[in-house]
C-alpha cells in the first residue's frame, strides 16, 4: 500500500490524541493517591500549626527532604508551593527589578539569555514575555556546545543567564557531562551577576536500567570561585501529582536570602499542609527512587511502543532519527530540512495534537524546522501505539511532498 493510502486508512479511524504536552498519565498520578490520606497531624515537627501562615522557606523537615533529594545542606534550600517554573519565573522578575545580589537591577540594560536548543517552550516564552533577548546555543551529546558558550559569555556583558536542564534534557534527553558542568562553573562571564537556571526537572526520572547522576552544580560553581552562579530548581510534579506538588530552590547562602527577602513581599507563606503530607510519602531518597521505579514500570512501555513504531515505519527514511532516551518524558524526532511544521499539519489532520513545531526554540523558530517534541506520557498504550505510527506515516507523507 502507498503512504498516502495508510495515511488516509488511519485517518478513517477518526483518532483524537492529544500528545502536545508531557503530562503524566491518571495510572501515573495514581501512584500518589495516599497523599489525600497521609496526613496524621496538622502540626509540622517543631510544632508549626501547618493550617496557618508563615513558613516563607518551607517546613524543617520539607527543606531536609529537599536537601538530600539535590544533595545539598537543608540550609540552602527553600520549598515553596507547587510549580518550580514559578520559581524560575520569580527569580528572574526579581533580578530584573531589583537586580541579583550587590548588583543593579538587570533591566537598566539590555538583557540576555542563552538558550541550549532544542530546550523546553516554558524557559523560552519567560525570557520573550520579559523582554530578554535570547540566543541559541546547539546541543551536543554532553551539553551545550561549551566552546561557543565560553565565547559568548566572555564578550557579551549584556547575557545575565542561561537555561539548563541538566538531566534528561527536555526534548533531547542529554544528559551533561562532568566535565560541562564544572566547565559552566568556572567559564569567565563578562557579566559579574550571571546566573545559570539550573532546573533539575527530570532527576529522579530514569526510563533505564541506568540511573544517571549529573555533578553537583553547586559544589562545583564554590570550587571554582563562583558559588552564587547556578540557582537550582526541582519539584515533585512528576513524582507525585503534577498540579499539587511541591517545588524546591537551592542555591547559595546568600542566593537563598535574597530569594527569601523578595518572595516575602508576595506570599505571606507557601501551602504547608501539602509539605507536610508530602513528606509524609516521600519521606526520603530510597522511599522516591523506590516511587519512581513504578513510574518507570509505566512510561517505559509507551516509549518502547513509539521507537518501535518509529523504526518500523522511519528506520529506512534517509535524514530521519529520533533520540533513544534514558529518562525525562520526551523523544525529540528529528526530520529531514524543512518537514517538522508539515508533518505536525498533517498529523493535526489524522486527529493527533503535536507540539507546535518550532516550540523548542527561542521564539518558536526552528531555523531548520526539524524538530519533533514527541511526548508518549499521557496517553494509554493502545493509543500510544497508533499515534506513534500516525506521526511516522504523517511524517512519511510530508516527505513525498
Ligand atoms: N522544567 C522542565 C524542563 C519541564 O519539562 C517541566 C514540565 O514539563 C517543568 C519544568 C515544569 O515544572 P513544574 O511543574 O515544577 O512547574
Not at 132 to 142: G, H, R, S
Not at 347 to 352: R, V
Request: aromatic share 8%; proline share 6%; glycine share 8%.
Amino acid at each position: 500500500m502507498s503512504v498516502a493510502a495508510q495515511y488516509q486508512a488511519f485517518q478513517q479511524l477518526g483518532l483524537k490524541l492529544d500528545m502536545s504536552r508531557g503530562k503524566p498519565a491518571p495510572e501515573q498520578l495514581d501512584l500518589s493517591n495516599a497523599l489525600t490520606g497521609a496526613l496524621t497531624s496538622y502540626l509540622a515537627a517543631d510544632g508549626t500549626d501547618c493550617r496557618n501562615y508563615g513558613g516563607g522557606v518551607g517546613l524543617p523537615e520539607a527543606r531536609a527532604l529537599f536537601g538530600q533529594l539535590l544533595d545539598v545542606p537543608a540550609a540552602q534550600v527553600v520549598v515553596d508551593s507547587s510549580s518550580s517554573l514559578a520559581l524560575m519565573h520569580d527569580v528572574i522578575v526579581y533580578a530584573l527589578l531589583n537586580g541579583v545580589p550587590g548588583h543593579a537591577p538587570w533591566v537598566q540594560n539590555p538583557v540576555t539569555f542563552l538558550c541550549p536548543v532544542p530546550g523546553y517552550d516554558r524557559h523560552f516564552s519567560i525570557c520573550e514575555v520579559r523582554g530578554i533577548k535570547m540566543i541559541n546555543v546547539p546541543m551536543n551529546a554532553e551539553g551545550p556546545d561549551m566552546d561557543l558558550v565560553e565565547k559568548l559569555v566572555a564578550e557579551d556583558a549584556s547575557i545575565k543567564g542561561m537555561w539548563i536542564v541538566p538531566k534528561y534534557s527536555n526534548p533531547g534527553g542529554v544528559v551533561y557531562s562532568e566535565r560541562v558542568v564544572q566547565r559552566l562553573a568556572a567559564m569567565k562571564t563578562a557579566a559579574p551577576d550571571f546566573r545559570l537556571m539550573w532546573d533539575d526537572a527530570y532527576r529522579f526520572h530514569h526510563l533505564g536500567e541506568r540511573k544517571l547522576a549529573v555533578a553537583n552544580i553547586l559544589d562545583a560553581c564554590v570550587q571554582a570561585g563562583n558559588p552564587d552562579r547556578a540557582i537550582v530548581f526541582a519539584s515533585s510534579s512528576k513524582v507525585s501529582w503534577a498540579g499539587s506538588g511541591v517545588a524546591a530552590l537551592a542555591a547559595s547562602p546568600a542566593n537563598i536570602a535574597w530569594w527569601t527577602k523578595h518572595a516575602g513581599f508576595r506570599s505571606i507563606g507557601p501551602d504547608k499542609i501539602n509539605q507536610l503530607r508530602h513528606v509524609a510519602l516521600l519521606k526520603d531518597v530510597a522511599t522516591v527512587e523506590a516511587l519512581m521505579e513504578q513510574h518507570r514500570q509505566l512510561l517505559k512501555p509507551k516509549f518502547d511502543a513509539v521507537l518501535a513504531q518509529f523504526q518500523h515505519y522511519l528506520g529506512e527514511v534517509p535524514g530521519v532519527s529520533w533520540t533513544l532516551p534514558e529518562g525525562g518524558y520526551f523523544i525529540d524526532l528529528i526530520t529531514p530540512d524543512g518537514a517538522a511544521k508539515r508533518t505536525v499539519a498533517l498529523a493535526k489532520e489524522a486527529g493527533i495534537t503535536l507540539t507546535p513545531a518550532g516550540a523548542a526554540f527561542p521564539y518558536g523558530v526552528d531555523p531548520r524546522d526539524r524538530h519533533l517534541r514527541i511526548a508518549p506520557s499521557f496517553p494509554s498504550l493502545q493509543e500510544i501505539n497508533q499515534a506513534a505510527q500516525g506521526i511516522a506515516l504523517s511524517l512519511r507523507l510530508a516527505l513525498e511532498g
